[in-house]
């Protein structure tokens, strides 16, 4: 709550319009069959958090983020550009979406950066702790403890406090995990030999089906008849 600064910590959710119990709403078969979610239910206003991940192995990237999202969580609007992500819903849905967001490995305090404006860095080189380049300077490394502070909200505002947000990743995981090719500092787009296979397996059957469908098909009755039979 702190970090997006949308709320004071423990203050009343504001509202956009009455709650939905409240409304007489015309019937209507689709509201029986779509339950609405807690913020859609008390009328909360529409929030956001945006994401900025550093091309230098940050654990997710924008197009995967919108992608993940898009199919976990619910009444939600995504936003992909190429060097952030965006996320807009009603305000305590937000809350509970960002904690997932915040607290498993698709975060990382040294590559993954809140920034609701000014996200420029994503694309630069790192620093020498290792760290995302931020003109704001939300974020910084107690070197010491090694563990990265958050200091400013998302758009810039100093907190009042400090928001600890954990250690950076171990290099060779993140390297080993993370969905951001990089021919220098990662791994190569053409290196990944499955996502090559797949890719021009795309291709190839895409052609095929415009100009040659029967060639396509019989490719395909040729893939079935070697996929290994059931016992059953």
Known sequence: VLIMGHLAPGSAYKSAHP???EQQEPACPVRKLVTPTDGAKAGDRIRYIQFSDSMYNAP???????YLEAYRFRGID???LSGRQIIECRERDLEKY??????TEL???ALTGIRGCTVHGHSLRLDENGMMFDMLQRCVLDKKAGIVKIVKD????????????????????IKANSTIYHSLVGTAYRDDA??????QRIHSLRVKYGFMPKEAQL???QQKSREPRSSS
Not at 98 to 103: G, Q
Not at 160 to 171: F, I, Q, R, S
């Open 78 to 80: 995504p936003g992909t």
């Open 19 to 21: 709650p939905l119990a």
């Open 60 to 66: 997710c990237h924008p197009y995967l983020r919108s």
């Open 107 to 109: 975060f990382d305090p």
């Open 154 to 173: 998302q758009v810039g505002v100093p907190l009042d406090g400090e928001v600890k947000v954990g250690k950076p990743m171990d290099a060779k995981w």
């Open 98 to 103: 960002a904690k997932d967001l915040v607290n």
């Open 194 to 199: 499955e996502l090559i296979e797949y890719i």
């Open 219 to 221: 490719w395909q009755k």
